[in-house]
Structure formats: structure tokens, C-alpha cells
């Protein structure tokens, strides 16, 4: 049973917007604690973002303050990944993850993984 869907990857220039979504299995998202990871060819995959099940936190990876935003829309379960400014290096399949455990290591731990989204940035 397929948990996490991410959506909205795609193929853009350097300097463009992208926004992706990750809709949840109901049961999971409403306790939730939620991120967005990414992996690059030939590297490890790494955390970009999370927001708390409440809203009441997010936390970025330093490196991205300020150009991606995570936000989450309960009524739709769902988790946005708006991506500004978005350079080769950003290059890279995003996934979506899901933590029930009440943990407050938003870089770590997670459960539920979805199938990742691609992101392409042409330079």
C-alpha cells in the first residue's frame, strides 16, 4: 500500500520555480512530523526540510534557508516543497517522509518514505 505520493518534479532552467507536493495516507499524516529529502547521482541522500505535525516548526538544511520553503495543507494531506532560484546543483530525486514517533530529530528517523520526484535543473 502506497503511503506517500510525490508530485511535481520536473525538467527547468537555473534560476526558475518549482513546487513539488507529497500527499499522505490520512493515518499518517495527522501525527506526523514531515520532510523532504533529496539524492543526487552518485551521492547520499540528504535532508532539505521538515514542518512538525502541528505546523508549529519547520527546519531547513543551512545550505537552503531562504530559497526553499516546506509548508503543510491538513485539509488536503498534504506537504509542499516550494523551490526558488533553483541551481544544477539542486539537481536531484526528492522524497517525501513521514515520522509518527514524536521525535523532535527532524533530520533523522524517519518511517514512511514515498517513491521520490525528479528534479532536473538545466544550467
Known amino acids: 500500500q502506497v503511503q506517500l505520493v510525490e508530485s511535481g518534479g520536473g525538467l527547468v532552467q537555473a534560476g526558475a520555480s518549482l513546487r513539488l507536493s507529497c500527499t499522505a495516507a490520512?493515518?499518517?499524516?495527522?501525527?506526523?512530523?514531515m520532510a523532504w529529502f533529496r539524492q543526487a547521482p552518485g551521492k547520499e541522500r540528504e535532508f532539505v526540510a521538515a514542518i512538525t505535525w502541528n505546523n508549529a516548526v519547520t527546519h531547513y538544511r543551512n545550505s537552503l534557508k531562504g530559497r526553499f520553503t516546506i509548508s503543510r495543507d491538513s485539509a488536503k494531506d498534504t506537504i509542499y516543497l516550494q523551490m526558488n532560484s533553483l541551481e544544477y546543483e539542486d539537481t536531484a530525486v526528492y522524497f517525501c517522509?513521514?515520522?509518527?514517533?514524536?521525535?523532535?530529530?527532524?533530520?533523522?528517523?524517519?518511517?514512511?518514505w514515498g517513491q521520490g520526484t525528479q528534479v532536473t535543473v538545466s544550467s
Open positions: 490520512k493515518p499518517i499524516f495527522r501525527d506526523s512530523n
Open positions: 517522509a513521514a515520522n509518527n514517533l514524536g521525535s523532535n530529530d527532524y533530520e533523522s528517523g524517519y518511517q514512511f
